[in-house]
């Protein structure tokens, strides 16, 4: 029988290992629980109580490489800190705290700007890691470090499983995405909280990565990147993998501070339909609702719908677009072009959106940003009693609605629309703008 030492010094590592087989239960009561990375199989289920904290030892060695998915792509990277790879019927829950000691993470990786340069690998886990992956300087990423192949880990992974539950945890500091599902099915995430801070990089909330029958109620998210972020893979490789982000139900579910509130994107390129967002808060994140891909990144959006969503002090509450410029290679190539390229399977689309009922106050950059390509225009967008006002007394620059490029300076704050086929505004308020509420600019059709 495995001991549990929650005083804060001992490693629990080894306990742990003997003690998750298949059917196990375990429960960790208060104190202060250290260990390196874990693995849960089938039948498990582990409680971790009010006042109990399961914390992970921030040595880089110890995440081992596994095959999985980082940043859209397949690869070796390091070992989740909570790992559940092709299991059934797995529960996290409880009141307690899972902290993913992600400070000498996130130290390291901003050290000589590790996330953005072409820094070839040092360390041991780094240098395991490139000869594992060979090419991985042609793969694609969003700006995490897939150079330096420090791929971090992200703090909750199931991988191709099916009926997970994290349910009432407090998760903090988490080294890399937080809840970072990949190509599993029926996954509940209740009542949970995560927070990491704002500078903390590449700290998402949730990643839902080519999952289906998902839902995430009534959890309170406050982190350094975007907040509730569905995904798919990654151009060619996650085209490959056909395995859609599907079926999805967010509600009840605040985010504060984050890059974005519900978020698609950017890889995008298995597709995603069929989401549900509503009732939710997103109060001071940079975006609320934020749609974004790229030429490149493939894939269809499709069938979304956003109701009752409250947005205050976004710098735009609602952006769908696809010049996304997050961890692209060289911004002088013909990827933001503004002419017409060939269609592909690695040509974004978007498009069946529904927005009804929402609110979007005190924006600081726009009320609206929606751009299409002039080879995809994003298609059949329907926005229903909304409103967007933004701040009056504002002094954010206007391109900060969103982190594109090749669209140019639009001419106000209003709602800007760009290669757009098929718009329907029924009782929708603009406010706060000086100039055109509406910015129609080239490619616009059946604008009503």
Known sequence: MSVFIGDGKFDNSEAFSKALVPGASITLTEGVYLTGPITLPSDVTLTIEKGATLKFIPEFDRYEPVYSRWEGVKCYCMHPCIFIPDARNVTVRGEGTIDGSGQAFWDYIENGDKRHTRVAPTLPIEKKLAALNPGYLDQPGGGGGRYCQFLRPPLFQPLRS????????????????TIHPVFSNNLTFKGVSIKN??????????DIDSCTNVRIIDCNVDVGDDGICLKSGSGSDGIADKAPTAHVHVEGCTVHGAHGGIVLGSETASGIHDVVARNCHFLGTD?????????????????????????????CPFTCYLWYRGGAPDPTLPLYEQKAHPVTPETPHIRNLKIRNCTGTNATASAMLIAGLPESPIENVEIENCTFAVDPNTTVDVNEADMYLGLGTPES????????????????TISGVEGKQIILEEGCEDIR
């Open 197 to 206: 801070p704002y500078l903390a990089p590449n700290t998402d909330g949730f």
């Open 413 to 428: 704050r209003g709602a800007r629309l760009k290669w757009v086929k098929g718009l329907k505004l029924d009782n929708v």
């Open 287 to 315: 975006r609320g609702i934020r749609i974004k891909s790229r030429r490149g990144r493939g894939g269809t959006l499709e069938n979304l719908e956003f109701e009752n969503l409250y947005m205050d002090r976004n710098f």
């Open 162 to 177: 099916d009926n997970v539950t994290l349910e009432g945890v407090h998760i903090i500091d988490s080294p890399f995405w």
